[in-house]
């Protein structure tokens, strides 16, 4: 097929051309002006979370591309400075943490009690009141009083070493060379363990301070945690500014102040919102270039469909003499594909080569689109790939046109039903819920209205001990209006049993004579005695009585006699 395919592409040279040429411009179009790349840029990701605060937050988060995985970096301690001198900013609230590759802070120490301390915290009090709400894990004491060489103990601690309020404490910092005296701290307030670990900061992650164990960064256990003023944290070895909280005074974009702390600084930025939280921050994204490379797209397909479609209409005695040689349509179909597979091929690798000098050229006369160049082997794949795609989606309905042209009749099945499933599809089809009116083809005579009744009546009740088949609730009754006219009603109930289930309709048969005339008019009103039963049993209630007035026209000589 593929064989036959490419002699044809030969032999049609200008088609063939028109087609491989559309697609190589095409490819090329994709190699030289699109773009596509992982780039570094700023991202602005919401959270989806209540903030906890309104305000600014400023981390160091290393990158995904840091290969690191240390929780966070510390920030520059002159930014503190750098932010209270923006315009518009009324607080400013560092937090200084341990760094998380510590695994042991430091020790309190009284008498010949010692605690370890696995994290440490420094606060602004003053101006942290503004941001978290650390006050509100105090069993005693106030962080007004966090002042220099002061401190504040989880509750665990302090009853570990046995100390309330106002008692002082040795303090060791742990340093490389060992452990060393940092100063006897007073104890202004202690804090309930589980209270200060559900605090949270404005990005929804606790203020407990991270350490190294065991080959990974965990939280520190609040036991064994203390809170410093953030001027003696800053003292102490391997503590640095990790978070700094700003408020501002409202006339601040925060929009654009935190992007240029992102840009300017390269840290994380988190801004609140009414509901939500935005996080600032570099990061990948994928960016694509030359989406109106689309419409060229249709156009070539547009016009591949074109080319197609003319070579259908043109060969279509070459079709027939394939069918004569036992080509099936399956076979057609696949020639015409594979004729546009192979301008897919040839025009996909032609485009790419063209696209790669394009960009030659354009060095050479200085002309700079800002794309990325398309180096990559793979690449090539793909600009064959579009250009097979777009060949193969032009010819597929073309090949189906040809397809059918050599599609000989197909012998079509019908099933004739029988009169039984004809009749049992109608009653699942066809049914009646509402009475319906019908005038009866027999006129009666006023002289023979009283025979008509008696016929009618031994007509009925010999049917009201059948089986089968039989008359209910059979009635008669005689009235005549003001204005002459007289009216007889017979009324009935008929009732057939089929399968177990009974059929019934309520049905009144009415003579009507008007006050000048000689004859009785008849009309049948039946109404389905449950809704919803087969329309045929309707047209087997009016059959019957049809039936009976037939009978009465043959005998009524016989019953009338010479009247």
Known sequence: VFSMAKRNVKRRLSRGLLGITSLAILVMAFTAFTSFGRVIGLLITPLNMQPAYEGVMVKN????????????????????????????????????????GKTLVGSLRISNLELQILGAIGIDPFAERNFTDISTSLISGSLNNLKRSTVVLSQSAANTLGVGLNDKVTFYVHTATGLQVFGNLTVVGIMDNSKFSSLKDLNGESLVPYRFQMGEYVRAPAEQIVILNWQDALKIEDMAVYRIAIKTDGSVNLDAFAREIVQAKEYNVWVSEEDNVLQYHFGEYLEIGGISLLVPLLIVLFNLGLIMISIVNERTREIFTLTCVGFNPTHITALFLAESVVMGLVGGGIGYLMGMSAYRLMNIFSIDIAVRQKLEWYWSVIGVMIALATAILSAIRPASRAAMKATPSLVKKIKFESHKERLKREEEIWKVYQSQKITMPVRINAREITFFASYLAGRLHSLEKGLFERIENYEESESETPEGHRIRNFKYTYVVIEGGKRLG???????????????????????????????????????????????????????????
């Open 61 to 100: 988060i290393p990158p995904p591309w840091s290969e690191t995985g240390e929780p966070y970096w510390p920030l520059v301690k002159d930014e503190i400075e750098w932010l209270k001198g923006q315009r518009g900013v009324l607080v400013v609230s560092p937090l200084i943490m341990n760094k998380p």
């Open 505 to 563: 309709t309520i049905n009144e048969l009415t003579a009507f004579k008007r006050a000048k005339s000689d004859y009785y008019v008849l009309s049948l009103d039946v109404n389905p005695e449950k809704p919803g039963i087969p329309g045929s049993f309707i047209d087997r209630t009016v059959r019957f009585l049809r039936d009976i007035l037939s009978d009465w026209e043959e005998e009524k000589p016989r019953i009338v006699g010479a009247i």
